[in-house]
């Protein structure tokens, strides 16, 4: 704390450009830096009076690391093409048989994810469809359970309207069913015969 009360004064007493960097005994960071500049400015002009570069180093090993990507980015390119057949001149033999076994275990790869999605989707498709089926089921016991009760009729009076009475539907694939809920109360005794239920 005192060393960065220091810095402090000596910049605002004396006008310097002071830049300041420690590290403790724990390994806690401290820096200071003069308002007026910035610690990357000192270091440049710190290099220039000195005349020792502080970046060679580190170029150094940022150049040889952009190198080594650049040559492999160059092997996957050569691999990519020759996986499509191409580049396959300088090749000999041994390597034009690795190159067929990975292009077969690459096949093989994907037959295998294409299998396992087909037979995910068909399981899927499969549960859909006996979820459907049950639904239908219900939907039939239920319709069956209201003609028992009388809740729900059918018209046949024997006359030509019997098919418009049924409602089939799409070529008759399906049947259905009205249902007489009387709510008027001069209505709750009433017995109501088959001839007087007529669909328009």
């Known amino acids: 704390g005192g060393i960065l009360k220091k810095a402090r004064e000596l910049t605002v007493l004396c006008d310097a450009e002071v830049s300041l960097i420690m590290f403790s005994s724990t390994g806690k960071f401290s820096?200071?830096?003069?308002?007026?500049?910035?610690?990357?400015?000192?270091?440049?002009?710190?290099q220039q009076v000195s005349g020792i570069n502080l970046w060679n180093s580190h170029y150094e090993k940022m150049q040889n690391h952009l190198n080594k990507l650049k040559d492999d980015n160059n092997n996957l390119r050569r691999e990519i093409?020759?996986?499509?057949?191409?580049?396959?001149?300088?090749?000999?033999?041994?390597?034009l048989r690795g190159?067929?076994?990975?292009?077969?275990?690459?096949?093989?790869?994907?037959?295998?994810?294409?299998?396992?999605?087909i037979n995910t989707q068909t399981d899927t498709y499969k549960k859909k469809l006996k979820s459907l089926d049950e639904h239908h089921n219900d939907l039939v016991r239920a319709l069956e359970g209201k003609d028992d009760n009388g809740d729900c009729a059918l018209v046949?009076?024997?006359?030509?309207?019997?098919?418009?009475a049924l409602g089939w539907a799409n070529g008759g694939s399906?049947?259905?069913?009205?249902?007489?809920?009387?709510c008027q109360p001069n209505l709750q005794d009433t017995r109501y015969g088959s001839h007087n239920l007529r669909l328009a």
């Open 31 to 46: 820096e200071y830096c003069s308002p007026t500049t910035t610690t990357k400015k000192v270091f440049d002009r710190y």
């Open 81 to 95: 093409r020759q996986r499509m057949g191409e580049d396959l001149n300088d090749l000999d033999i041994d390597e």
């Open 99 to 117: 190159l067929e076994q990975n292009l077969d275990n690459s096949v093989k790869i994907v037959r295998e994810r294409k299998y396992h999605v």
């Open 156 to 164: 046949d009076n024997g006359g030509p309207d019997y098919e418009t």
């Open 174 to 182: 399906q049947m259905f069913a009205f249902c007489i809920q009387p």
